[in-house]
């Protein structure tokens, strides 16, 4: 997902500043506030990110504690429900899709094998295609009767 001015997307879906950008914020920020004030404006903008960043953590850890043993591996970017489902919720059946997939396999072989032991019963010959009329060259019938139904060979 891209924003507006054309920046990557981030973990929330919010377009990230391109390097280009943040020079022209940089620029626009030295002719506002003066070179003066920089510094100090840098200085509260690092204080805040830093205070962000402690919530974040401290969340994190609580999620963690609350949820129990199970989830003590949780990251942030666990929240994202795609994310959630495929680490927690389909690991724990895995071995239930596994087992299916076994299960179809086998039937597969056994459909396999009975398919051979049909061809080998009837000469090669399993699919009817030897003793079936051929229908493409001969007008099908209607169900009840005898009435010729048109059939144009070209039409499919």
């Known amino acids: 997902m891209r924003g507006s001015l054309g920046g990557r997307a981030n973990l929330w879906g919010m377009s990230m500043p391109s390097p280009t950008e943040i020079a022209v914020l940089i620029l626009i920020g030295v002719v506002m506030f003066g070179p003066d004030k920089i510094p100090q404006i840098a ?3 690092a204080r805040v990110l830093h205070f962000l960043k402690d919530i974040a953590n401290t969340t994190r850890d609580q999620l963690r504690e609350d949820l129990g043993p199970k989830y003590a591996d949780l990251q942030i970017t666990d929240l994202n429900p795609r994310t959630f489902v495929s680490k927690y919720v389909i ?4 071995d239930d899709i596994d087992g299916i997939k076994s299960d179809i ?10 398919l051979n032991d049909l061809k080998s019963a009837t000469g090669g010959q399993s699919d009817g295609s030897a003793s079936a009329p051929d ?11 005898s009435i010729p139904v ?6 499919t």
């Open 135 to 145: 229908q493409a060259a001969e007008p099908a019938t209607a169900a009840f009767g």
């Open 150 to 155: 048109p059939f144009d060979s070209e039409a």
């Open 105 to 114: 396999e086998g039937v597969r072989n056994d459909l396999d094998a009975g």
């Open 43 to 45: 200085r509260k903008a």
């Open 91 to 94: 690991n724990e059946f895995q």
